[in-house]
């Protein structure tokens, strides 16, 4: 039979840092007859947050989400001849703006896509995850913690803006190959932003991203390898702006033993998103995070360090995280982390934020 509906960018995730345990992603199987397939999955959970704002001198108290919001996602699958037609739905919301807004939460779809699978591999078009930065995130250590501050009624962003820029979902029409030894393509054509908003601006071109992976064992030492990328222009009447960048990485494990090293460079690029929104400049940006864990049993302990140096934004960052995350069962999880971060005014040397963040959690999946 062939392969059904690829991986979502959730589902890849945590299969990977649950060391893809079967449990730890499976979806509930609604139907499954006649080469048709439905399922559903979730994602669920919760933090005590205890923050100490140094730059403001006060202390708070919350309970939020982590870095993945709470999600529930729907697949189907369909054998038609040697092609099989997939597509997945997902619904990502927020828990933490129960007192900002009591009864309209945040529903935010990140995944509307459909997918067309072959011998020569899979064409999806709809609404997915990026791939400049793909990779650097899904691989990260952390994704299934808590990290540095975010938005007050949001996320927290684990390390994003510190070490890594996060790969919006976008519109999007996506071609992956098939395993070829080892590596594997991607590469698709994106919305463009408009970075030059004003007379007559216009983005003529689609923005372009690919990733290339490769994966092996090398006597014993399981290795994944990856390079990410994009590209796009914006102009206008008197502004034009080329905006690029590239994303690469390192993971090798061994005997409980995992090393990750991953970086990035970008030129006009706001090293947190991309979206519409004025550039003045092409200026620099980069950063790059290292992480250790050693899992032991039913127990996973992590060491983060990562850095951001924008002069697009003229800011700088750096992220300190120190985790435990312990597996109940396959579908159920608690997490402790410790994460200090700091940010920096590049061009006044000003310590725009300060913070230690304590967080203590639970995680539900199915």
Avoid: C
């Avoid at 072959?118 to 400049?132: A, P, R, T």
């Avoid at 460079?265 to 550039?279: F, H, R």
């Amino acid at each position: 039979m062939k392969n059904n509906v690829k991986r979502s960018g959730l589902a890849f995730a945590v299969a990977v840092i649950m060391g893809g345990s079967a449990g730890a992603q499976a979806a509930v199987e609604v139907y499954n007859e006649d080469g048709t397939s439905f399922s559903v999955d979730g994602y669920f959970n919760a933090f005590y947050v205890n923050r100490d704002d140094k730059v403001s001198d006060v202390r708070n108290s919350d309970v939020k989400m982590g870095f993945l919001p709470n999600t529930i996602g729907f697949n189907f699958s369909k054998e038609m001849g040697e092609l099989t037609l997939g597509g997945r739905s997902s619904f990502w919301t927020t828990i933490n703006d129960s007192l900002q807004s009591p009864t309209d939460t945040s529903i935010d779809v990140r995944q509307l896509y459909a997918t067309v699978d072959g011998d020569f591999g899979q064409v999806l078009i709809g609404k997915d995850f990026g791939l400049y930065a793909r990779s650097n995130i899904f691989l990260d250590e952390l994704l299934m913690g808590f990290g540095s501050p975010g938005a007050a009624t949001g996320v927290s962003f684990g390390n994003i803006r510190t070490g890594y820029p996060y790969p919006n979902p976008s519109a999007q029409i996506t071609y992956r190959s098939p395993d070829l030894s080892g590596f594997k393509v991607a590469a698709g054509i994106f919305e463009p932003a408009d970075t030059t908003p004003g007379a007559d601006s216009e983005q003529s071109a689609p923005r372009f991203e690919a990733e290339l992976t490769y994966s092996t064992d090398l006597q014993g030492v399981a290795l994944t390898a990856w390079l990410n990328g994009r590209h796009q222009s914006s102009e206008n009447s008197t502004t034009e702006i080329d905006s690029q960048g590239l994303g690469y990485g390192l993971k090798a494990s061994v005997a409980g033993f995992s090393v990750t090293a991953t970086g990035f460079t970008s030129e006009g690029d706001v090293p947190v998103l991309i979206s519409d929104g004025a550039l003045a400049s092409e200026e620099d940006a980069d950063g790059y995070l290292v992480q250790g864990s050693y899992t032991l049993g039913a127990n996973r302990f992590v060491v983060s360090y990562g850095e951001t140096d924008s002069d697009q934004g003229d800011f700088e960052t750096e992220n300190t995280s120190f985790a435990v995350f312990h597996d109940v069962n396959s579908n159920f999880k608690l997490v402790a982390e410790y994460n200090m971060f700091e940010q920096e005014i590049k061009s006044s040397g000003t310590r725009a934020a300060d913070a230690d963040t304590l967080a203590v959690g639970a995680i539900v999946m199915f």
